[in-house]
C-alpha cells in the first residue's frame, strides 16, 4: 500500500528536523572547534612559543671532529645533533620524504584539508593527516604525546596553531630541513647528517635512493623499522620497499627501478657514536681535553658564557687523515690479536703467568697494589666500607664482562672475582701507534691502546717507557754534529768499559750485546743497523752524556728528569712515543722542528672562525746532521732488524714464527725506508721508529706492568712486536695511492761535507788504522735480524 498523505507529510518534518538537527550538531562541533581554537590561541591551554622561538628553536647542537679528509671522525654531545642544510640535502632523500610522508607538502599551508577528511572518515585507517609541518611543530614543542584522548585533542590543536605559525615564519626548504635535522633516529643518531653517518658512514649527500629510502622509512617509527635492530630488520626492509612504491605512485620513480631496487638487501655500514667506540677513540679523548679547557677560556658572544662543548654546534678542524687512522686501526688490531694469542700460548707453560720473574710475595703484594687503584676500591672506600670489607668483596665472585680478543665483539659475558679480573687484565699487551707530517707537525694517525672501552690509558702520550735502543739516533747524530762522523766510520765492536768515576759512573759500566758476537770491524751505519751497544758505549765516552741530553731536549723530549749518564746511550731514560715521533720528524724535516699539531681550527655553528693554529717550529739540528742521521738509519732496514721491511729474508719467509706471528709479511718494500728497533730489558717494551720523507710513524708495544713479557728476545723484541704493525699499515697505505705517500730518497743537502758514500770514504781516510781490517761476518746471526 501506498503511504498517506499524513505520513508522507511527518515524513517530510522528520527529514526536516534531522536536517536541522545536522546543521545544529555541526554548527556547535564547528564552535567547539573554533572555540577550541581560540582557548589554544588565547593560550588557556599552556603558553604557545612566541615567533622569536619560532625562529630560532632550542635545540643542542653537537661539537662536531672534522679529519683533513672532510670525514666526520666523532662528536661530543648531550644530543648528537649535526645540522645540515637544504642544499646539502639529496634530491632522492627529498623525494622520498615528500612522497611518503606528505604528498601535497608543497602545495598546503601546512594543514592537509584532504589528507584530514580522509582520516576522519576512514578513522585513520587509511593514511593519517600530520603533515610534514605538523611533525616538525610536534618534535620542537610535544615532549610527549598524551594517551589521554581530550590531552591529546588539545595538544593536536596546539600543534596545528604552531603549524600554521611554521608555515608563515619558514619556507617549505627550511621546513624540511629543520624536520630532518631534528628528527630522532635512535643510537644517538639525531638529525639527518648524524643518521647518515651511523648508518651508512656517509654524508647526505652521499646517500643512495636505496640508503635515502631505509632513513625515510624511519621516520615512521625509528624504533620499530630500525635496520641495525635485529628484531626489526625484515620490517625496516618492508617499509623500504613501501617508500620505493610511493615514489613510484607519486612520479618519482619507475616501475622497473623500483623491482630493481626491492630486489637488493639493505646494506648498513653502522658507526657507533659511542665514546668508546668507533674511529679514533683515543685521539677523541685527548682531543676532548684540549677542547675543555679551550672552551673554558673563550666565550660565546650569543649566551656571553664560554662555549659549551656539548651543545654549541661547534666544529672543530682535526689534522687526522680519516683513511690513514682507518688502516692504522686495523694494523694495530690485526697484529695485536696475533701477539697476544701467542703471548697466551706461552704462559700456559708459566706457574706464575702472567707475571716473570717475580717471586710469590712480590706478585701478591703487586695484585694488591693494584686492587688499591682500582674505581671499584675507591668507590668502595667514598662509601664508608672499612678495608676488610672491601678486600673481602674482592674475593667474591660475581656477573661481569670482560675483553676477549676470542669473542665476535671482542668482549664476554662471565663470572670471576674481581680479584681474578685484575690478574686476567694484566696479561694483555698494549701498543701506541702514532704518524706525523713532519713537514707540517700534522698528526695523521693516533691510536692509543686496543680496546678503549676496557683500557682507557692512552700510550701515545700519557705513557713512558725507555725507548732501549731508539734513542741511539739522538746519541750518533750529538757525535756527528759534534765530531764531525761519517757513517762509514768504523769501530771495533768489542766489549768497552767505561770506569766508575768518569762521566758521573758510580760503577765501571761495560754493557754487552745479547748474542756475544764481538770482534768484528763495522761501521757506524752497521752499528747502529745491529745495535750495536759495545759501539753506543765508545761513542758515550766519546761524545759525553751531557750533549746526549741536550740533543734529545733539543728534539722535544721532556728531559727534567733525565740523567746524564753513560747508560743513557742504550735507551734508559723514560720517553713517550708522542716525544719521540715528534723527535724523529726533525731527522726527516732537514733538522727543523714541528711541534705536533692536532688541531687546525675552529668554527661556530654559523662558520665564523674562532681559533687558527699557528705552527710552532724551530731550527734545532743543521741540515746536513740531519741528512747523515736519516742516512744511518736507513741502514736498519737494509742490513740490520728492520730488514724484514724488504721481504729478502728467505729463512723468515720460510718459519712457522712469520706464519703465525709476522702480520702482513712479506712487506717487500723497495724505497728508502729509515727506522730504528728497540727492546728493553727483559723484553719489556718493544718499539719501531719508521720513516720515509713525508711521514713518520712510531709504534710502541708492551704490558702495562713491565714484569709482564716475552721471555725470549725473539718474541720480545721491537722487530717482532712492533715493527710489524709499521709494516702493515705502511703496506696497506702504499696500496692507496690517492694518500700521496713518498716513495722517493730524502733529500740530500747541497754542499754536503760528511761523507756517506762508504767507497769515497774509504779513498779519503789514507793512514786510518782500522782500514783494511777484517769486516764483520757476512753471514749476520738470523736472531740479530729480527
Known sequence: MGATKAQITQGKEGTKKNISLFWKVYAVGAGVVLLMFLLAAWEVFGDLPDHTVLENPQTELATEILTADGKTLGSFYNDNRKPI?????????????????????????????????????????????????????????????????VERIIQKIREWIITSRLEKQYTKEEIITQYLNEFDFLFQAIGIRSASNIYFGKEPQQLSVSESAVLVAMLKNPRQYNPHREVSKEKSLNRRNQVFYQMVRNGKMTEAVKDSLTAIPIKLDYNSADHNEGMGTYFRENLRSWLTDWTKEHINPETGEPFNLYNDGLKVNVTIDYRMQKMAEEAVYAHMERLQAEFDYQQKRNKTAPFTDLTASQIESNLKSAMKRSIRWREMKKKGVDEAAIIKSFNQKTDMTIFDWKSKFRERDTIMTPMDSIRYYKQFLHTGLMSLEPQTGHVKAWVGGINHKYFKFDHVELGKRQAGSTFKPFLYSAAIDLLKYSPCKKYPDGEYTIPAGKHGNMNDWTPVDSNGDYGNIMTLQEAL????????????????????????????????????????????????????????????????????????????????????????????????????????????TKIGSGAKLRGNSTWAANTDFYKEVITDYPYDFKNDIAGKTGTTQNNSDGWFMGMVPNLVTGVWVGADDRAVHFRSTKYGQGATMALPIWGSYMKRMYADTTLNISKEPFKKPENLSIEVDCDEYEKSQGNDPLKGADQPNSSTNELDML
Open 85 to 149: 642544510k637544504f642544499d646539502d640535502l639529496p634530491t632522492n632523500l627529498i623525494d622520498a620524504l615528500v612522497a611518503t610522508e606528505d604528498e601535497r607538502f608543497w602545495k598546503h599551508s601546512g594543514i592537509d584539508g584532504y589528507g584530514t577528511a580522509r582520516a576522519v572518515a576512514f578513522l585513520g585507517t587509511k593514511g593519517g593527516a600530520s603533515t610534514i609541518t605538523q611533525q616538525l611543530a610536534k618534535l620542537y614543542f610535544t615532549e610527549q604525546a598524551s594517551s589521554n584522548k
Open 529 to 636: 743497523a745491529k745495535s750495536k751497544n759495545t759501539i753506543s758505549a765508545r761513542l758515550m765516552d766519546e761524545v759525553g752524556p751531557q750533549p746526549v741530553v741536550d740533543r734529545a731536549g733539543q728534539l722535544g723530549i721532556d728531559t727534567k728528569n733525565m740523567a746524564a749518564v753513560p747508560s743513557l746511550a742504550l735507551g734508559t731514560a723514560d720517553v713517550s712515543l708522542y716525544e719521540m715521533v715528534a723527535a724523529y720528524g726533525v731527522f726527516a724535516n732537514g733538522g727543523i722542528y714541528n711541534k705536533p699539531v692536532l688541531v687546525t681550527s675552529i668554527e661556530d655553528k654559523n662558520g665564523t672562525v674562532l681559533y687558527q693554529y699557528v705552527p710552532e717550529s724551530k731550527d734545532v739540528l743543521n741540515p746536513e746532521t740531519a741528512y747523515v742521521t736519516v742516512n744511518l738509519m736507513e741502514g736498519v
